[in-house]
């Protein structure tokens, strides 16, 4: 993996999402255990991993939530980066001049030689149906299957504070950037009539993780406050 590992502080493990004043149970869908998954296990660590998407191009977005279907417990994380590359590690693809339809057309094999991999920051694990916010006692095993976490597990695991905490306090990643995008993932998750609570919410829990840096906290909140005004006018 290319990005440092690094560790959390004590802080981000004492309050798993379990003690939230909501339910934050997250719901099983139906036929769930069944159904297809975006991307395989490539590398695992205890706070990353890579997976090869099923599909060229095919990767989760940038903030998705994700599960991994692994033992001894299913592994919850956030896809912060996406790749596409030849599989010979010393051959980078050359360019032609011409479009990926034209290209599928007259030379189809190159597209053989490409991959797409996603990296993924781990959140946390579910304990039975309970969304933990620590790191899990093992890692994801290598050709575990991932999955995108539904609308009623997106907004399980969007319904703690310490989703935040975690997200600011993770090391050598685009923190910012990342917090926005799960932020957005999350309004997505919720009825238009209950986005102005939940930003109201995030806003004040982020004053108080970052009261200490006026200008990021400011900018953080205006772009949040920014995504949900263009969601609503969707």
Known sequence: MNQPLGTRSLDSFRDPIRRASVDV?????????????????????????VAESVRLNGAPAFGQFVRVETEP?????????TRTQSLEANRRPSAYGKSEEELRLEQPQIFELLRTHFDVFVLGYLDGTHPVLAYPPQPARIHSFVH???????????????????????????????????????????????????????????????????????????????????????
């Open 148 to 234: 995108v976490c539904s609308t009623e597990q997106t907004r399980a695991l969007t319904a703690t504070e310490q989703l935040l905490r975690s997200l600011l306090e993770a090391p050598g990643l685009p923190t910012d950037e990342l917090l926005l995008a799960t932020l957005s993932h999350a309004l997505d998750a919720r009825e238009p009539a209950l986005r102005q609570a939940y930003v109201l919410r995030t806003g004040k829990e982020l004053s108080r993780l970052l009261r200490d840096d006026y200008d990021r906290l400011s900018a953080l909140v205006g772009r949040l406050k920014d995504r949900m005004n263009s969601k609503d006018s969707q």
């Open 73 to 81: 417990l299913p592994i919850l994380g956030v896809v912060h980066n």
């Open 25 to 49: 149970s997250i719901v099983v869908d139906e036929g769930a255990g069944t159904s297809a998954h975006v991307g395989e296990v490539i590398e695992s660590s205890t706070a990353q991993l």
